[in-house]
């Protein structure tokens, strides 16, 4: 738990800092209004966050609430799959996944190097020539449709390929499901319907359930 806490703020601060053309590894952790540099007790995890309610030690200028969010999502999620199959197995690979679903849904776009690398994570999982030359051919043949009626985002498509490099066609298809009914209960609750909804993060929902279910 603590380990995928602290992945989880690894994840939050690389996303923000990308998103805001930063440099990943300078300048250290600091407060974005006074310049204070974070010490590693306002660092932990979900706790300094809390104890900290959610302002800076210094100036009291309010933190990023995105960070605590995706911290506990981290959490939340890896603990569940490891309660759920014993298995770590999957825990690298929706790493990424939470990555590229804070990225979708904060700047509705993906880069390919997050994709390329979730697709690198799947060889810790599996790795099969047949499956990998099948799901091409209709990873080909959805991607020429899609070119041509846009019916849904070229990114959703490579996720949900790469998963389907991962799982079996039962979990595909309960990952399918999964996010696109969560996907339309979050549209219908949304106040300001948008015409293009993230849907990476429904997929990471949809992953996670899934494979808690699975037997
Ligand atoms: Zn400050």
Request: charged content about 15%; proline content about 2%; glycine content about 2%.
């Amino acid at each position: 738990m603590i380990v995928s806490g602290v992945i989880g703020s690894f994840i939050a601060l690389v996303e923000y800092r990308i998103s805001n053309n930063q440099s990943i590894v300078f300048p250290r952790s600091h407060c974005d209004n006074c310049g204070y540099i974070l010490k590693w007790f306002d660092l932990i995890p979900i706790i300094s966050y809390i104890f900290l309610l959610g302002k800076c030690r210094k100036c009291k200028f309010k933190i990023n609430r995105s960070f605590f969010l995706i911290e506990l999502l981290t959490i939340v999620s890896t603990t569940m799959i490891y309660i759920f199959t014993l298995n770590i197995k999957y825990i690298p690979f929706l790493f990424i996944l939470i990555f590229l679903s804070v990225q979708d849904f904060k700047n509705k776009f993906v880069s390919l190097s997050s994709i390329l690398l979730l697709l690198l994570s799947t060889l810790l999982i599996s790795f099969n020539i047949k499956k990998v030359i099948i799901v091409m051919v209709i990873y080909l043949f959805i991607f020429c449709f899609n070119n041509k009626f846009n019916f849904i985002g070229m990114a959703d498509i490579d996720v949900l390929s790469i998963c389907a490099l991962v799982f079996n066609i039962n979990q595909l298809i309960n990952i399918t499901l999964l996010s696109s009914s969560t996907c339309l209960i979050y549209f219908i609750l949304i106040k300001r319907k948008t015409k293009t909804i993230p849907f990476i993060p429904f997929i990471f929902i949809g992953t996670v359930i899934s494979i808690c279910i699975q037997k």
